[in-house]
């Protein structure tokens, strides 16, 4: 399990999700907020953004915001850090054991993650929701929710197990993937969600027995593709086995067995 250690400048703040944070330095402040960072040209509070009603329209941005990482199971609010008088010092860490990336932005490109693979970003970077993968995507609730950064800075990820870097150009143009191992894309890859095969004996047997539900994630262009090795079910499934728990068999029961 990674942990990151941030080093703020005197008047530097990073945030994160609720839940990702460990520890802090006294003199690093710690406020809970509903809205994200703002965006260029933008001030927290309101502040100059056209009186009455530019203090609405960022309340209307705010619910916008709040109710978008609601549909996609997210963190509600954001815990923003704050070095006052002097360097600080702050910690995070993500929720499964794995690696950490710090992904730089510079402007130009943005970048896509998996929607509990962000961690802490720099004030100065954009955190938005994008739906993605189609009509496939929302009905098999694989790859739909993938969060946006934007904007100029650092952003840190976590994932399970081990990254695995990819370039889908290096592949012929595209790849294909189990929709769990996804951490992480920037701009320029496109992203989709596909059945595997028709609802035949085959495409049954994949779902069934070959353990990887009715979806692949694609991807195709020239860009960087982040993958993990370690899936949360395939962690899930393997605790409940070491527990003990694992009595159904493949087709969920029909050949279980219980001790008597």
Request: proline share 3%.
């Amino acid at each position: 399990m990674q942990m990151a250690v941030v080093n703020l400048n005197p008047g530097q703040t990073v945030y994160c999700e609720a839940g990702k944070f460990l520890f802090k330095t006294t003199n690093v402040t710690m406020e809970t907020r509903l809205s994200g960072p703002p965006g260029p040209g933008q001030q927290q509070g309101g502040a100059g953004s056209g009186g009455m009603g530019g203090i609405l329209r960022q309340a209307m941005g705010t619910a916008m915001q709040v109710g978008q990482r609601a549909l996609a199971g997210e963190s509600l609010a954001f815990q923003y850090f704050t070095s006052q008088g002097g360097e600080g010092t702050v910690g995070f860490a993500g929720v499964l054991p794995g690696e950490m990336r710090a992904l730089e932005l510079d402007g130009t490109r943005a970048w896509f993650a998996e929607k509990d693979a962000f961690v802490a970003a720099e004030s100065t970077v954009q955190f938005g929701i994008a739906f993605q993968g189609g009509r496939t995507g929302m009905s098999g609730g694989e790859g739909f929710v993938l969060e946006k950064f934007t904007g100029h800075g650092t952003v840190i990820i976590a994932g399970a197990g081990n990254f695995i870097d990819l370039n889908p150009a290096d592949f012929g143009g595209r790849i294909e993937v189990d929709t769990g191992c996804l951490v992480a894309f920037e701009e320029g890859v496109q992203y989709g969600v596909q059945r595997i095969g028709g609802l035949n004996r085959q495409g049954l047997m994949n779902a069934v027995f070959g353990g990887e539900g009715l979806s692949l994630a694609t991807l195709e262009g020239n860009g960087k593709v982040i993958l993990q090795s370690l899936t949360i079910e395939s962690l899930a499934n393997a605790l409940k086995k070491a527990q003990g728990g694992d009595k159904q068999g493949p087709t969920g029961g029909m050949f279980s067995t219980h001790a008597g």
